[in-house]
């Protein structure tokens, strides 16, 4: 199943906003202004064993593109930069709990550098917390309860 869905762009920027990314010359990558890495992000906080959840993955190209800006059109890459992102494709999104991991579906990021897919929490899944990843993107843990 490959799916790339744009994520709306308030979502985005929030999470640039929360990360605290964009700070100090754009042009750079320095301990003053490190890239921020590719997020994943979930619909739910809570999800049960056969659940179905839209999960999505933010800034999913290469290279250092952290500009304090979002992009509908795909990320800001100021003049004089030597940043030449591609976007990422065949990203996994994966479901992990304990040594158990399970592909849920395989992704390409869309222009804006996100890709979204509505997956199926493994009914295997087991009261407490799992992980859910897009990809490269930082996994996001939620918590699990009995169905």
């Known amino acids: 199943m490959r799916a790339a869905r744009p994520v709306p762009l ?7 906003v929360a990360t ?24 739910a906080e809570t999800v049960t ?24 059109d795909g990320p ?3 003049d004089g930069s030597d940043v030449d992102p591609e976007l990422l494709t065949g990203q996994a999104v994966t479901w992990r709990q304990g040594d158990d ?8 990021a869309g222009v804006d550098g996100s890709a979204a897919a509505v997956v199926t929490i493994p009914a295997g899944a087991r009261d407490g917390t799992g ?17």
């Not at 605290?20 to 619909?43: F, L, N």
């Not at 064993?49 to 509908?72: F, H, M, N």
């Not at 859910?132 to 996994?139: E, K």
């Open 131 to 147: 992980e859910l990843a897009v990809g490269i993107a930082t996994p996001v843990v939620v918590s699990v309860v009995g169905p």
């Open 49 to 72: 064993p056969g659940q179905t959840v839209l999960v999505t993955g933010l800034g999913l190209w290469t290279g250092c593109v952290d500009s304090g800006a979002a992009a509908e």
């Open 76 to 78: 800001v890459v100021y």
């Open 20 to 43: 605290g990314c964009g700070s100090g010359d754009p042009g750079t990558s320095t301990g003053e202004q490190a890239c921020a890495a590719p997020a994943t992000v979930v619909a």
């Open 101 to 108: 991991v399970v592909e849920l579906a395989v992704v390409d």
């Open 10 to 16: 308030a979502l985005a920027a929030a999470l640039l």
